[in-house]
């Protein structure tokens, strides 16, 4: 089966956001990209899917030519092959979800699997626009039944199951008070939660093959999308900061704060 | 007229989600803002209960759309209903609580109306037509003020940052005849485990206690003080990945984000990931070995100590003061 998964270029995670001082957007300078983790795991999913079934995986990913390194990242990783789309400026979920609909009707994949949401924006709609421009079933949010720590986990098996004719698969969703499971005819759009897999670390030998491995360079214009953003940010600010708390002693001490200080118990 | 639309959203057991009641007091305070009126959008098997129980909460209309391709929610059957009763009373606004339904279901909605989407939005500005969305980004370490340039605009809101609607009014009930292509989606519901528990909702509770790694798995301490308080037993990523309790507690921003009004976190460290899904508490406890634990740095009150001494201690001490 042929499976497309996205790999956005995001902050590191683990780095300190600040906002400039105008609002105009968040300090640069000192700041590692990744691949947003999400789409990390739906990499991952994408392998453990390919390795299972035969079949390839081909990584997307949209931004200016930085965000080859992250397509490099996903090639070492063991993706077959990469597509960038190369769009230097704004994105937003509907203008993402245009450009990788021009993707999947080149590609034409049986699966699209992308992170539920990228960790900048924190929109999490990318996927579902995709799914209904496209026409295809949609299951986000897939996650796991079994522990990370599970012997599933260590041997690398998918948690979506594929069916033996390939026309449907069952998706294990995180949803409110506990996991739901649907049945998507494919092709069909999976977005990811961060409990779906541990991702693998690219190998050394992963990454030397990873050199020779074609990216394939497409425009908008070549997809025929016009990319310009409808979500418009016009500030940003940081969040009011907390009081500076204390210490206390004992908890004596704690409990008489909580009740006559804080009065919450 | 441009008009507000929230989704109702039921739960699996037909009552109500009270996350609604929030999801209704934004979009009263969106509909005050834009000039138009809140309707609401109800969609079940069977919508005529839950009409009802939705009648006194001040919106001026509330459409039913029934249909037995509603008895489970899938975004396929549940996206082109809502959409053609936006298109049909010309709303503006489309939007919902961010819970995991609504968080599914709206982008799909947005993507038939062509309208750009806030998500997990906090507060709106403007009036009429021109309405700012503030939002957060970076899991809560920034906030932003954006604008959406469609005609048609869709929006999720989180719901702890909205008081549940007070009753007021009665709403005038209609139905909608729901399209064709409700039915036969090709997505079928398979099946749901709930996570079922004597204790409040996590998203909901005034009081949450959680643990984290330092419990070492444990939780009988945490669900101990939880008890002795009434309170939601929360945890942080590290546990739930390793299957100590299940994800359905999970404190954080890739889990539930919660803004009680005292929050406990014994053993957790405090990494970005936890911060952003509880930094909105009122009060914020944290026990911990580590005096250097990052989490100390956003609680109001911190103790430095093991929590399998600090939580019997601090129980015994509520309860004596009952």
């Known amino acids: 089966m042929k499976i497309l998964v996205t790999a956005k270029r995001v902050e590191d995670p683990e780095s300190k956001i600040k906002v400039k001082a105008d609002g105009s957007g968040i300090v640069q300078e000192g700041l590692k990209y990744k691949i947003n983790p999400f789409d990390e795991i739906a990499v991952e999913e994408g392998l453990r899917l390919a390795a299972k079934h035969g079949g390839e995986v081909v990584v997307v990913s949209i931004g200016a030519k930085e965000v080859q390194e992250q397509l490099r990242h996903a090639l070492a990783m063991g993706a077959t092959k990469a597509v960038w789309v190369n769009h230097a400026g704004a994105l937003d979920p509907m203008s993402a979800a245009a450009l990788l609909k021009g993707v999947v009707e080149r590609e034409k994949p049986d699966l699209a699997i992308l992170g539920k949401q990228s960790i900048d924006d924190d929109q999490n709609q990318t996927g579902q626009y995709l799914a209904e421009w496209l026409g295809w079933s949609q299951a986000t949010f897939a996650s796991k039944v079994d522990s990370l720590e599970s012997e599933a986990e260590k041997a690398k098996a998918p948690a979506i199951q594929v069916a033996a004719d390939g026309k449907t698969a069952q998706v294990v969703r995180e949803v409110d008070n506990g996991l739901a499971t649907l049945s998507v005819k494919l092709p069909a759009v999976v977005t990811t939660d961060l409990r779906l897999n541990l991702p693998r670390y690219a190998s050394l030998p992963g990454i030397m093959k990873a050199k020779n491995k074609p990216i394939e360079e497409l425009t908008p214009a070549a997809l025929g999308v016009d990319p310009s953003a409808q979500v418009e940010v016009v500030k940003l600010s940081a969040p009011p900061p907390r009081k500076a708390g204390i210490k206390v002693g004992d908890v004596q001490e704690l409990f008489t704060r909580l009740k006559n200080e804080a009065k919450v118990i | ?322």
């Not at chain 2, 929030?22 to 959008?41: R, T």
């Not at chain 2, 956003?298 to 600090?310: E, P, Q, S, T, W």
């Open chain 2, 1 to 322: 007229m441009s008009t507000v639309l929230i989704v109702a959203e039921a739960q699996p057991d037909g009552s109500l989600r009270k996350a609604t009641l929030n999801a209704i007091h934004a979009g009263k305070d969106l509909a005050q803002k834009a000039g138009a009126p809140l309707h609401l959008a109800l969609l079940a098997e069977d919508p005529a209960r839950l009409a009802e129980a939705l009648k006194p909460y001040g919106a001026a209309a509330i459409h039913t759309i029934a249909s037995p391709a509603f008895a489970h929610y899938v975004a396929e059957s549940f996206a082109p209903a809502v959409a053609a009763l936006a298109t049909s009373i010309g709303a503006s606004f489309v939007g919902a609580a961010a819970t995991a339904q609504g968080r599914d279901l709206l982008p799909r909605v947005a993507a038939r109306l062509k309208a750009a989407m806030a998500s997990d939005v906090l507060a709106f500005s403007g009036s009429g037509t021109d309405i700012t969305f503030t939002r957060p980004m970076w899991a809560g370490s920034v906030i932003a003020d954006v604008k959406l340039k469609t005609p048609v605009k869709a929006f999720t809101v989180r719901a702890t940052e909205f008081s549940a609607a007070e009753p007021g009014g009665s709403a005038e009930v209609k139905a909608f005849a729901p399209p064709a292509d409700v039915a036969g989606a090709p997505t079928q519901f398979v099946s749901f485990n709930e996570v079922k528990s004597a204790r409040p909702e996590l998203t909901e509770a005034s009081i949450v206690v959680s643990g984290g790694r330092g419990t070492k798995g444990d939780f009988k301490e945490i669900e101990a003080l939880a008890d002795e308080l009434g309170a939601a037993v929360g945890a942080s990523r590290a546990v739930c990945d390793a299957g100590w309790v299940p994800n359905d507690l999970q404190v954080g921003q890739t889990g539930k984000v919660v803004a009680p009004k005292l929050y406990i976190a014994a053993g957790i460290s405090g990494a970005i990931q936890h911060l952003a899904g509880m930094k909105g508490s009122k009060t914020i406890v944290a026990i911990n070995k580590d005096p250097e634990a990052p989490i100390f740095q956003v609680a109001d009150y911190g103790i430095v100590g093991d929590l399998f001494k600090v939580l019997p201690e601090l129980r015994a001490a509520i309860h004596a003061a009952k």
